[in-house]
């Protein structure tokens, strides 16, 4: 059963949704504030996020930023703004499709179940190749130059993270935030210690192989073959 995941400050309109979205065979969380959508998009990625614009707590278009900067889940924004620039700005920042409030429970069930269509194929995760290393999601299947790499699921995690920005370098903090998805528990240290523990794992498999690079004094990036 997808989930679906309702942020919406106002109880009347969440209740609806939520009854007709359930009513229709998903799954439903349902959020009022952006802070507690971070949280709970930490925690589980849906299969897709109906946003309310206005929340009590910023802006739903400075969610819709935070969440494509991390992952691709389709987002359906809920909005009062009946200008063309609202709806074009929330477009730009990575929304996949609007509806104006007042608005029928039925045409937002149509319009999840018509996004979740069109992104289904385009959500399998792709392959990943960068300075000799291949990283299959679907598989979950590392190489280091053809040769099998075998990683622990949070080591995955974070090789996966590097390898989406090969060129980008992430402090501790950003690695903590999109890795691990901001878990409580988790600090620099637990990074640096995976980094060792990646490093350690392809040296295995290739002495002069080092798939991951430390920029001094502000974090790590995936490393290119000279």
Do not use: N
Not at 141 to 163: I, K, N, Y
Not at 214 to 220: E, N, R, S
């Amino acid at each position: 059963m997808k989930q679906i995941l309702i942020v919406d400050d106002e109880p009347a309109v969440a209740d609806v949704l939520h009854f007709a979205l359930r009513k229709a065979g998903f799954d439903v969380a349902t959020v009022g504030t952006l802070a507690a959508a971070r949280q709970s998009l930490r925690v589980r990625e849906p299969a897709l996020v109906v946003l309310d614009l206005g929340l009590p707590d910023g802006d739903g278009l400075d969610l819709c930023r935070w969440l494509r900067q991390r992952s691709e889940v389709p987002v359906l924004m809920l909005t009062c703004r009946d200008e063309e620039i609202d709806r074009v700005l929330g477009l730009e920042q990575g929304a996949d499709d609007y509806v104006v409030k007042p608005f029928s429970p039925r045409e937002v069930v149509a319009r999840v179940r018509s996004i979740l269509r069109r992104t289904q194929g385009a959500q399998v995760p792709a392959a990943l190749t960068h300075g000799g290393v291949m990283l299959s999601p679907q598989e979950h299947r590392v190489s280091a130059r053809g040769q099998p790499v075998e990683l622990t699921p949070r080591e995955f995690d974070l090789l996966h993270t590097l390898l989406q920005s090969p060129s980008r370098v992430f402090s501790r903090d950003e690695l903590v935030e999109r890795a691990y998805r901001g878990e409580a528990l988790v600090s620099g240290r637990t990074v640096d210690s995976h980094i060792k523990g990646i490093r350690r794992k392809f040296a295995a498999v290739d002495a002069s192989f080092d798939p991951i690079e430390t920029v001094y004094g502000v974090g790590y990036r995936a490393r290119s073959e000279e």
